[in-house]
């Protein structure tokens, strides 16, 4: 309760000492000479609503800590040029620019992770580290990171290249073979290392191909607790996702194992699997759901091919570390389920479409009833308005029925012999 009291009051005093700025299209003028975080929204956007003391509290800190980042915000729908300067599609979007770059947020909305991407982010993008002392800080604040050991090389530039595409995800750094731990062996320098798991991978261009994509392929822990952001991003790997999905809220004795068994693997069988395999668990199925179109048991476990959308389960009851073994090469040679195809983007379509109207009829049950009664309601009144209508052409033929019968009377009317004035005829013959 404290905490929440905190956070109220930080995010009042932000708005009210101006500590994020509301912007405009002048934005795209002055950005370039100073650091800036920015929030693009749409002020019909309900979750940007729920988001705005998070922003505010993120501003608030940033000013604090003395950082020379400056926070706004961006109502895209009054500024919609800047929407399509910065091509923005949701909200809301974050954006942290530095000079000529541009770099987007696709973490967790939360004031810490935000905080953490901006420092990382706005600092240089390859750090020194100069001492021992400062290798050693590195290593205690950061379970990733990739350090280029060397003097200047095409290696260094091809780095210092890769290091801007990935800073939005880890940390950089470069250093000199005095500074490293007395752990590290290297054979040759210059070298790139990425230090994780408590050990360090050394790239080889030979066997691991391409620096960027190596990368990619080891900027995640060999085992870690996956969120959808993650498990989002991990389309972009060469890698299967192997995961635990379990409910931690009520943990099981099957829980537990199945975590065990999968952090297990990224251990003890490192060498046969760190190249094929990403190992962690979930404890939200609502994302596979999504991708296996139905609703995956907890605990299970699975493999996905992010890449596709695809998706492996075992055939027989997971007990054992060789039964998962069993079931992870199977993978490699068996057939994918799911996938990205026409029929299959369609079928997940109509999933989420049903799962959404579910979800709604569980929060809102009301809402729903009205925002399916009203088009059905006004469908309804143009129907039974189009069937009691009588067209204008109707009307014409029975007008001229009217005048017709009319005419036909008068005429017979004037045809018909007056018996008043033949009877005085006749007296005169008379």
Request: aromatic share 12%.
């Amino acid at each position: 309760m404290r905490n929440v009291i905190l956070s109220v009051l930080l995010a009042a005093v932000a708005a009210v000492s101006g500590y994020v700025e509301e912007l405009d299209e002048k934005f795209k003028e002055y950005r370039q000479d100073e650091l800036w975080l920015v929030e693009f929204y749409a002020p019909w956007c309900a979750y940007c609503h729920t988001f705005e003391p998070i922003w505010y509290e993120v501003g608030a800190e940033l000013k604090s800590m003395g950082s020379p980042v400056n926070v706004g915000k961006i109502d895209t729908i009054s500024h919609t040029s800047i929407a399509s300067e910065f091509n923005i599609h949701g909200y809301p979007t974050i954006k942290l620019f530095k000079g000529e770059l541009s770099f987007d947020y696709k973490g967790p909305r939360t004031k810490d992770a935000i905080i953490e991407f901006t420092n990382r982010v706005a600092g240089p993008t390859v750090r020194h580290l100069s001492s021992v002392q400062l290798f050693q800080h590195a290593m205690s604040h950061h379970d990733l990171f990739f350090v280029y050991i060397g003097g200047k090389s095409l290696l260094k530039a091809q780095f210092n290249k890769v290091a801007t595409e990935y800073i939005i995800t880890t940390y950089f750094f470069s250093a000199s073979v005095d500074v490293l731990p007395k752990a590290v062996s290297l054979d040759e320098v210059p070298v790139i290392a990425v230090f994780k798991d408590g050990t360090y991978y050394l790239y080889n261009e030979v066997l691991d191909g391409d620096l960027s994509p190596w990368v990619n392929r080891e900027r995640f822990p060999s085992y870690f607790q996956i969120d959808n952001f993650s498990l989002y991003q991990m389309g972009e790997l060469s890698k299967l996702v192997a995961l635990a999905v379990v409910d931690e809220m009520t943990p099981s004795e099957e829980s537990i194992l199945y975590k065990t068994l999968i952090e297990r693997l990224s251990t003890e069988y490192s060498d046969q699997y760190k190249n094929v395999y990403q190992f962690g668990y979930v404890t939200d199925n609502e994302y596979i759901n999504g991708i296996i179109m139905g609703e995956i048991m907890m605990p299970s476990i699975i493999v996905l091919n992010m890449s596709v959308d695809g998706y492996f389960l075992p055939g027989s009851k997971i007990e054992t570390i060789e039964d998962v073994i069993h079931f992870l090469n199977s993978v490699l040679e068996g057939r994918l389920l799911g996938g990205n195809g026409i029929m299959q983007q369609t079928k997940r379509l109509f999933f989420k479409t049903k799962s959404t109207v579910v979800m709604l009829f569980q929060t809102a049950p009301a809402f729903l009833c009205l925002v399916c009664a009203l088009p059905v309601g006004i469908v309804v009144m143009i129907i039974w308005g189009t069937c009691t209508a009588v067209p204008a052409d109707d009307e014409r033929p029975a007008e001229e029925a009217r005048s017709s019968a009319a005419s036909d009377g008068k005429r017979a009317k004037l045809l018909q012999p007056d018996n008043g004035e033949k009877t005085s005829e006749e007296k005169k013959e008379d």
